[in-house]
Every structure is written in C-alpha cells, then in structure tokens.
C-alpha cells in the first residue's frame, strides 16, 4: 500500500460529497448557490457599506474581474497564466481576496479545492487569518518560522488545510528548477491547489552581482586547504577590474575547479557577508557574466540573472499596486509572455500634497549632510506638534542612527513620530491613520544591479548581446516609481474615500537628478507638487560664485547643451581639477543649489562625468 493512499482516499471522499450535493440539487430541481464571484462581490459590498468606503464603477468592474479569476482557478478553468491585478492601495484588493475565500471555505461545492497564498512578510500571515476569521482546522503556514508553523493545523499537516500560508522565498527556495506540481509541500490532499495567489511584488528570478572587492575577500578561506581555488579567485579579481564597462567576462567553472557543490562551498566560510558572496560566485560560475563599473568606490561587477519560480506555478493571480508604475513587469509581458493584466481602475491622489526638498536623499548624501537634512525634517516635524508622523528613511550606510537622531530634534510627543526603515516599507496598513508622511531619502542600487534587473525581466543573458540603455533606464525609473509609491502608501493616503485618496501630507527628498521629482505625477496621479525648502543656507566663496555662474549660463537660452567643469573651473581661476571636484562639486550646499533648478552632473559611458546638464526643467512643477 502506498504511503499516499490515505491522503487520495480522503480527496476522493470529498470529490464524492461534492458530486452527491450536486446530483441531489439536480434530482429536486434545486436552485444552486450563487457563483463564487457574485457571493465575493455581495460579501464584499456589505463590508464596503459598513466601512463607509464607496469605489467608483471602474473599481468595481476591476475587483469583480480579480474575483472571477479566482473563480476560475477554483473551477479548473483558468489558462496557465499570471494575472496581475495592479489596483492601487486601498481600492480593495486584499479584501476581495478575503472575501472569495469566505465564499470559497463556505461553499460545498469547492470542498476539493486548496488555496495557496504566497506572502512576502510573516506578520502579513497574522493578518489574514484574522481578516479572513479562518478556523483553526481551515488552514495551516509553513514558513522557516517554527513557532508560526505551529498555528492553524500545524505544518506537519498542511497537506489536509484548505488554505496554505507560505513565503514567497519558501516558494523559490523549494521550487527553483522544479515542476510545481510536483512539490507535495504545497499539495492539498496529494494534489496541486488549484486557487494560488501572490501578494505584493514578483519576480521570474533574481538579479546576480559580484563585485570585485567582496570578491576578493573570499581566497582566504581557501588559501590552506586549496590554494589553486583561492589563486583562481584571486585572478578573477583582478581580471574583472580591467574589463571595460559594458563588457561580458567568461567566469571560470569554480565548481568543476573545487569539486564540490555550492553547500559544501559554504562549509568553508562562516560570515553571512561572505556566504553571500561565495552563493553569487557559485551562480555566476562557468557563465558569462556582464560587467558593470559601478563607479569608482566601487569598481567593476559581474552580472547575470537566476530563474527562481518553479515550472508550472502558473496560473497565479499576482496582487501589486506597483504593477502601474514599474517597467519589470512590461519587460516580462513583452519579452517572456504569459503575463496578462486584470481590468484597472484610476485612483485620485487629488487629497495628497507633495512637499519635494529638491537635494540628494541617497546613503552618500546623508553621510555627506546628515546635520542638514536632519534639521530640515525635524523643523518640518516640529511645525505641526499635535500630529502623527510616519517616516521612512535608509536603515544603514549613513553612519548615524537615524531615528535616535532625529529623536532628539524632536519637540512634542515622542511617540507620534513612526519609523520604518527601507526594505521594511511595504505590505503594513499600521500607519494608515498617519497624515504626514516623510521620504527620508530614497533607496538606490548599484548600476549593476538595475543592468541584472533589467535582463532578467527581459530574459536577455550577457552572453545574448547589450541591453538597450532606454531600456535599462526605464526599468530604473520604475523601480524608483515602485518604492515611492510603496512607502507613501503607508500612511493615510492608502484609505480610499470614492476613488479619491483621503488627505495626507507627504514629504520627499529627492534631487533632480534622479528623475523622481518628475515622476511624481505619474505616481500619484492628480497630487499637488509644492516646493519643500525647510534649511535655507546662504552660498558662500567658491561655491557661491560656481552656482552663480552656472545658473547664469543655463539661463543664458541654452538649457540643453552640456556646461563642460572646466569652463567653469576656469571662471573661477581654481588651477586643480582635484580641488574644483572636492571643494565645489562635492559641495552640498553646490550639489543642492544645482538641484533646485533640475541642473545635474551629465553621465557618460564608465561613470565619468563631464560637465553640467538640465536635462529637464523640473522648476516647471513648482
């Protein structure tokens, strides 16, 4: 006897049950219950009703399809697709998706069908189960968290729950190079659930990099016990550095060198740091490889991409507000296909008023400028004393504790300032009360790692040819767009009141330079973009005179043509080239007049910048 006949007895009692309900509906002429999508859509007006909150048609006509996709998938109907349902916040995603599976767990009908719902956060799970009021017996969370496995009919059961909680990196871990099908971890009662859905951002892979100076960090952990490992890496290093930006390197087969698989490689080294380095290595061995110089702190960077969704994970109802404005999913669509959109619908940002401090918010600006833009947010905290605030800032890199910090600028109640830090900014409804929220700063990647992004969406090996850089660029600018909109959706702005956004406050640091100034209409469409100025300093010397004569120069008709530095190291008599870049351009007060006026560093091929540029007037929205 199979050791999995149990489990296909028990599936064939319930097919049984449901074709008995049936047939005696049939036999007395019984009126069947409503269809999942009209019983979720009736469920999910009540709620609507009792919250108060009202959709527009269109987001109406949105939702209904997101349920009948459900419904689909329930039924055994569905094409093998992912279905991305890019409904802003707020607009009733996740509540839809709560209340198709009331109807599904009450439905006799469905007693046959799993549900797998795929979650980026731990704490997302607790949410749901309350949301969703699921019994104990109904559902079960696998995760590599042991005291969460424990809720629900327990982990070692999960087989026999209706409905399966788990991480999307549990997903990618468990199903990479595998037929999802096969995965009995995920089954319902020997057989693959049917419903499956994934909550927030996906991804076909992950993005590979490798720099060269973490690279060169690992021969000492091979240098005893196999120093030609060790020599190899150590060549690679310094191979990598004199390739050209843009250029493709074939990495030696480090795993055919050693004799072993990557697991045995990681017994060698002990620091997360350095298992993630040797883990990228081990992917990247024997392929070949991009590489990216991603500026001069950092060098050069080899890059590719992994696949790690299993086969066959499709059809899957994927649930992301950023499917609007990020470019990966386009790339997908167009380049990989099997990607559809679900009906859309328009949300209002009418009630939100960006306040944008055109100056650098990346790790290098607060490590440079810390003091100033701490005292421009606190000032800004400090003028409405009786509010909450919510504000996201870059958890490290900046040489400070940011929140302990800010703290102490900080008058009034303590308790009404909120933190979370970037990485940690998405899939919370904590804060949605908060009417104010600040953008300390964005979040930015290497170049590299926007090259590995990029590929991977559009499934383009380095070995296949270059990326178009429009195309890299767009899928950049998507990222930024993904984030923004993330993080500000954390406060009250996510709350729908029709299909207009309720009132919220934000406050971005961005400069012009990377393009998100620009983007915010497109972000949150309909917002109001003010002028946000909180520390005004008086130019002073050098610096004082460069900015004069820059802004001078570009208002002089010639917005668009390139300002070269030593022109204007040149009016300034200033003889070393060195001392222009570090006493001038690297001057924030320099950096921060410039981007008030959208006026940037022109970028060229290598990271080598060669002069001024307004690429776009961004005073054009002020």
Not at 78 to 94: A, I, N, Y
Not at 326 to 349: D, F, P, S
Request: net charge positive; charged share 25%; proline share 5%.
């Amino acid at each position: 006897m199979s050791p999995f006949d149990g489990e296909r007895e028990a599936f064939a009692a319930l097919g049984s049950e449901k074709g008995v309900k049936r047939r005696y509906r049939e036999a007395y002429n019984l009126t069947s219950p409503p269809c999942l999508t009209q019983e979720t859509i009736a469920r999910l007006r009540g709620y609507f009703d009792a919250k108060g909150q009202h959709p527009s048609e269109d987001m109406w006509t949105a939702l209904t399809e997101l349920a009948s996709v459900l419904e689909a998938m329930a039924e055994g109907r569905c094409p093998q697709k992912f279905f991305l349902s890019s409904l802003d916040p707020g607009v009733g995603k996740t509540q839809t998706v709560t209340h198709f599976l009331k109807a599904l767990t009450a439905s006799t009908d469905h007693l046959d069908v799993g549900v797998l719902i795929c979650v980026s956060r731990l704490d997302e799970i607790d949410r749901f189960v309350v949301e969703m009021e699921l019994a104990r017996i109904d559902y079960a969370v696998l995760t590599s968290d042991q005291e969460r496995n424990k809720l629900g009919i327990g982990s070692e059961r999960s087989r026999l729950a209706r409905v399966l909680f788990t991480t999307q990196q549990m997903i990618e871990s468990r199903g990479a190079g595998r037929d999802f099908d096969d995965i009995r971890a995920f089954q319902f009662f020997g057989r693959p659930r049917q419903v499956r859905i994934w909550d927030e951002s996906i991804l076909p892979g992950q993005p590979v990099t490798l720099n060269r100076y973490d690279l060169a960090c690992l021969p000492r952990a091979f240098v005893r016990t196999k120093p030609d490992l060790a020599q190899a890496i150590f060549d690679v290093c310094n191979e990598i550095e004199g390739i050209a930006d843009g250029s493709t390197y074939q990495v030696p087969d480090f795993e055919a060198r050693a004799g072993f698989d990557l697991n045995k490689a990681l017994s060698y080294v002990s620091s997360d740091p350095d298992r993630q380095v040797l883990t990228a290595l081990w992917r990247l061995s024997g392929k070949t490889a991009s590489v990216r110089r991603d500026g001069p702190a950092f060098g050069n960077t080899m890059l590719d991409y992994r696949e790690t969704l299993p086969d066959n994970l499709a059809p899957l109802v994927i649930l992301d507000a950023s499917g609007r404005v990020r470019t990966t999913y386009r790339q997908w669509r167009k380049n990989r296909g099997g990607l559809e959109w679900l009906a859309t619908a328009t949300k209002r940002y009418d009630n939100l008023t960006v306040h944008c401090w055109q100056t650098g918010g990346g790790k290098r600006a607060f490590r440079d400028n810390s003091q100033a833009l701490l005292d421009g947010i606190a000032e800004t905290i400090n003028t409405k004393p009786d509010e909450d605030w919510l504000v996201v800032h870059h958890k490290d890199g900046i040489n400070l504790d940011f929140a302990t910090a800010l703290q102490t600028r900080i008058t009034g109640n303590p308790a009404r300032i909120h933190f979370v830090h970037w990485g940690n900014h998405h899939a919370t409804n904590a804060y949605v009360e908060v009417p104010n929220v600040i953008l300390a700063g964005t979040l930015f990647y290497r170049p590299s790692y926007y090259e590995a992004l990029t590929r991977l969406a559009a499934d383009k090996r380095p070995a296949q040819g270059a990326i178009l850089k429009t195309v890299e660029e767009e899928v950049t600018i998507g990222e930024h767009r993904h984030l923004i909109l993330q993080a500000l959706c954390r406060g009250s702005v996510r709350r729908c009141q029709g299909d207009v956004c309720a009132p919220c406050n934000a406050y971005i640091i961005a400069a012009a330079r990377s393009g998100i100034p620009e983007a915010l209409p497109t972000i949150v469409p309909g917002c109001r973009v003010v002028k946000w100025q909180p520390v005004q300093r008086a130019l002073r010397g050098k610096v004082k005179e460069a900015a004069e004569f820059v802004l001078a120069w570009f208002d002089k008709g010639r917005p668009a043509d390139l300002l070269r530095f030593n022109v204007v190291q040149k009016a300034l008599g200033i003889r070393d080239p060195k001392n222009f870049k570090n006493d001038v351009r690297r001057h924030p007060d320099f950096i921060e007049a410039l981007d008030n006026h959208g006026i940037t560093e022109a970028w060229r091929i290598g990271d080598n910048r060669r002069g001024f540029l307004r690429p776009r007037f961004v005073e054009g929205l002020f």
